[in-house]
């Protein structure tokens, strides 16, 4: 399970989301596009010309300690903590226990760090202070012993680390060269597993399947794919009309917002709904094409749960300049029984769902705009839990993924 900027052609469904939540008040922890392109030039002045960009040595480097597990607690939750600094917003990752009364823990040491995947063992963000030249960079932690065990040391920098198991995936490139990378943790080997020169965004990784948004047909006919790690066999795993974004796998099922019901029209990104396709069986599925806008996938054994636009005035048009983030929702699908279910329609929206086993969770205002909070779920009991009701921004919300 995977967790989730600006307005853009083929942007997969989690940097949709990420608009989404930009909108309403959660803005990423980095500078302006002008302040940061004056803090590139300044790095660039001062660092030397060789290593510039080198990542420093991890072998005593940051440490943290998780917060203590307790009677009755649910699992892990980590999620991004924004808070304003001065003309900056900085963003920690922090932790806490589902249903736990303990306060959150940080555990990132950087003043912009956002965290991307998270498994039984492993924890991996991104964030700043990292490399020599100022810019973020992919990092993984060991969550047996709070330390880091990996950094992306690439000169175009890792992006979008995804972990599962041992198995950690991430992203390398830009412009004409992408790679898909693999390694098994903690002192794997660094191998490509795809290599070509269309962009390849957003992956996911579970058991031997890793999945991606693809845009070898174009930024408006983006794709899914999928790469076998015991085979090494590549897969299309949906190629329909319009473009399919932001995948998520567990077990032989991968799910992701599909914009088929667009395709041709003048507005590209209306219209998402939720699709699945069975590995095992090549089945494909619709799981849910209500009225309006299904995004933000994420599937655990038999559940999918998304963020759902169908009470929002405009559906979920990214596009529409009304107030279209109001009374987004979350919703679960079994895919076992088919069964449909309305996990939280609280007043304001809900948003970016992540689920482990029987937990979900998710980015809820609320209490407005401006005071995201993490709340969550049990699917067996159909008890809703407050994770973290902090001031401020709570966003991005993940949940173990194996």
Not at 236 to 258: E, F, L, R, Y
Not at 328 to 340: F, P, V
Not at 376 to 394: H, K, S
Request: with cysteine; charged share 25%.
């Amino acid at each position: 399970m995977v967790s989730r900027c600006t307005r853009g052609a083929g942007r997969p469904a989690r940097e949709i989301a990420a608009e989404r939540r930009r909108r309403l008040g959660c803005r990423m922890g980095r500078p302006s596009g002008a302040k940061l392109c004056v803090l590139l030039l300044v790095a660039l002045a001062l660092c030397p010309a060789a290593g510039c960009g080198d990542a420093v040595d991890t072998g005593a480097g940051h440490r943290f300690a998780l917060p203590a597990a307790s009677d009755g607690a649910g699992p892990l939750v980590v999620w991004d903590a924004v808070r304003a600094a001065g003309d900056w917003e900085e963003s920690e990752v922090v932790a806490a226990r589902l249903g736990a009364e303990d306060a959150p823990v940080v555990l990132s040491e950087a003043r912009w760090a956002s965290c991307n995947a998270l498994s039984r063992r492993w924890l991996a963000w991104e964030q700043t202070g990292i490399r020599k030249d100022g810019l973020p960079t992919a990092s993984v932690y060991d969550l047996d012993t709070g330390r880091r065990v990996w950094v992306d040391r690439s000169s175009s920098g890792g992006k979008a680390p995804r972990v599962s198991g041992s198995t950690l995936v991430w992203l390398r490139g830009g412009g004409s060269r992408w790679d898909l990378m693999s390694l098994r943790l903690p002192d794997g080997e660094e191998q490509a597993l795809v290599s070509h020169r269309w962009p390849m965004l957003s992956p996911a990784v579970a058991g031997p399947w890793v999945v991606w948004t693809d845009r070898r047909r174009g930024a408006e006919n983006s794709d899914i794919y999928g790469y076998n790690l015991d085979t090494g066999e590549e897969r299309a795993i949906c190629t329909a009309p319009g473009s399919q974004q932001g995948a998520d796998v567990s077990g032989p099922w991968v799910v992701w917002t599909d914009y088929r019901r667009s395709a041709g029209q003048a507005e590209i990104y209306e219209n998402a709904d939720i699709y699945g396709y069975n590995l095992d069986t090549g089945e494909e599925r619709l799981i849910c094409d209500a009225p309006g806008s299904q995004g933000s996938p994420a599937v655990s054994g038999s559940w999918v749960v998304w963020d759902d636009y169908r009470r929002s005035p405009s559906g979920g048009d990214i596009y529409d300049d009304a107030d279209i983030y109001e009374n987004a929702d979350i919703y679960g699908y079994n895919l076992d029984t088919g069964e449909e279910r309305l996990i939280c329609d609280a007043p304001g929206s809900q948003l970016s769902p992540d689920i482990s086993g029987p937990w979900v969770v998710w980015t809820d205002h609320r209490r407005g705009v401006d005071d995201a909070d993490i709340y969550g779920y049990d699917l067996r009991t159909g008890e809703e839990r407050a994770v973290c009701r902090d001031p401020g921004t709570q966003r991005n919300p993940l949940l173990p993924s194996d």
